[in-house]
């Protein structure tokens, strides 16, 4: 028999997996397996008689890794898994960017009492009028699950692609699409792109890339779209850059004060993965994963 604890809501169509073999406990103290989104288990005293942790996500810098690693508790995850979902509100971050729907909806919400709004309308759209995506440059820092699937659906659209990713493996490589050009270093993209989006874990080596120097390098009016992690871009110079024009927009799936509210700023409180087959796909695999590792002793994807 094992014991099992989920931290955040977890699809059902995942814990529909675990078989008679399987009891959902409340305490984490009770459990061998712990399913987890994104609740910050780096604040909570884990227990050694904890087994394993399933992340229903691909990031897993909300759970003490290292920590774990010394106390012999495996850490899993489900990479790809929600990265179309993500992928999906990436293109939309894109087109809100660069057309304005928001302000526009806005518009017609402030005016919807008006007997005449069709009319205004006509009259008031010239200042919500965009550019298309067509044709333009877009720079894919990180070229794994999400990143590779991004740069094939912006092919598609007719953006003309670059993706620069020092790891990229031969399946990721396999799957790009032909057109995707391959840039040796991440100049070529700020120098080159007029979208930039960023697809890389936070580590220590890419916490805050997207900095004042980095941001020096980049096109006027570039626009950047960050739906990977917060941390990844100094917030307070690209808050900086937008006042100066330097960047035209940002575009952000996390939700913070220094960038809430400002001009520029388009913020989307985390939802790239916020999907009904995306949570799907993280249950399961994690539910796998945790299964296979308890019954069969097999790690994947740790
Ligand atoms: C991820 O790391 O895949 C996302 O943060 C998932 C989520 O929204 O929970």
């Known amino acids: ?38 609740a910050k288990m780096t604040e909570l005293e884990i227990p050694d008689s904890v087994l394993a942790i399933g992340r229903a996500g691909a990031g897993v810098n909300n759970i003490p890794v290292a920590d774990c690693a010394e106390k012999g508790i495996v850490v899993f995850n489900t990479p790809g898994a929600n990265a179309n979902g993500v992928k999906e509100l990436v293109l939309a971050g894109m087109l809100l960017a660069s057309r304005d729907i928001v302000g526009g909806v806005e518009w ?29 440059k877009l720079g894919i820092i990180g070229l794994g699950a999400i990143g590779s699937m991004v740069a094939n659906a912006a092919d598609a659209l007719g953006m003309e692609v670059y993706g620069y990713d020092p790891y990229l493996s031969i399946d990721a490589a396999w799957n790009l699409s032909r057109n995707v050009h391959h840039s040796k ?26 900095n004042e120097e980095a941001i020096s390098k980049m096109k006027e009016h570039v626009v950047i779209l960050n739906f990977a992690r917060d941390l990844l871009a100094d917030e307070e110079a690209i808050v900086k850059a937008l006042q100066s024009g330097k960047i035209k927009r940002y575009v952000t799936d996390f939700a913070n004060p220094v960038v809430a509210g400002k001009k520029g700023v388009l913020v989307i409180p985390h939802l790239g993965a916020s999907t009904a087959e995306a949570e799907e796909n993280c249950a399961i695999m994690a539910v796998k994963e945790l299964r296979d590792f308890l019954e069969n002793g097999n790690i994947r994807n740790s």
Do not use: W
């Open 185 to 210: 270093n991440v100049e070529e993209i700020y120098e080159q792109c007029d979208y930039i989006t960023i697809h890389v874990p936070l580590l220590d080596s890419t916490k805050q890339m997207l």
């Open 1 to 38: 028999m094992f014991r099992y604890t989920c931290l955040n809501p977890i699809s059902q169509k995942g814990l529909e997996l675990f078989s008679d073999q399987y009891t959902e406990v409340k305490e984490l103290a009770a459990a061998d397996a712990v399913l987890v989104r994104s």
């Open 108 to 136: 017609i919400k402030d005016n919807q009492e008006d007997p005449n709004i069709g009319k205004l309308a006509e009259k008031q759209k010239k200042q919500f009028a965009g550019c298309e995506i067509s044709g333009k």
